[in-house]
């Protein structure tokens, strides 16, 4: 399956941005899908992740509250609603594929997409 990321920008910090992640290719709906993040400098992070029919959602701790996943397998999409941002949600933000259960662990995630550059400014 190919991801396409797309969304990011520059935002004051306590803004919003959404992101989208269109998927390609195979049955989108067979996926679990995630979000991570990587700050320079900094390891690839979990930040939500959305199981395939949409019923269940994860979140790391630092985001809870804050972002919200969502998909619509109709459109092969899958979003991130980013509210109060903050200077450290700062990264490059990609979203990934991976089959049946629902996985934290980047390493577990099968597809990627190219990733798109969130940047809260304070």
């Known amino acids: 399956v190919q991801l396409q990321a797309s969304g990011g920008g520059l935002v004051q910090a306590g803004g919003s941005l959404k992101l989208s992640c269109v998927a390609s290719?195979?049955?989108?709906?067979?996926?679990?899908m995630g979000w991570f993040r990587q700050a320079p400098g900094k390891e690839r992070e979990f930040v939500a992740a959305?199981?395939?029919?949409?019923?269940?959602?994860y979140y790391a701790d630092s985001v809870k509250g804050r972002f919200t996943i969502s998909r619509d397998n109709a459109k092969n999409t899958v979003y991130l609603q980013m509210n109060s941002l903050k200077p450290d949600d700062t990264a490059v933000y990609y979203c990934?594929?991976?089959?049946?259960?629902?996985?934290?662990?980047?390493?577990?995630?099968?597809?990627w997409g190219q990733g798109t550059l969130v940047t809260v400014s304070s």
């Open positions: 290719g195979r049955t989108f709906s067979n996926y679990v």
């Open positions: 959305i199981s395939w029919s949409g019923s269940s959602t």
């Open positions: 990934a594929a991976r089959t049946i259960t629902v996985r934290s662990d980047p390493s577990e995630y099968h597809y």
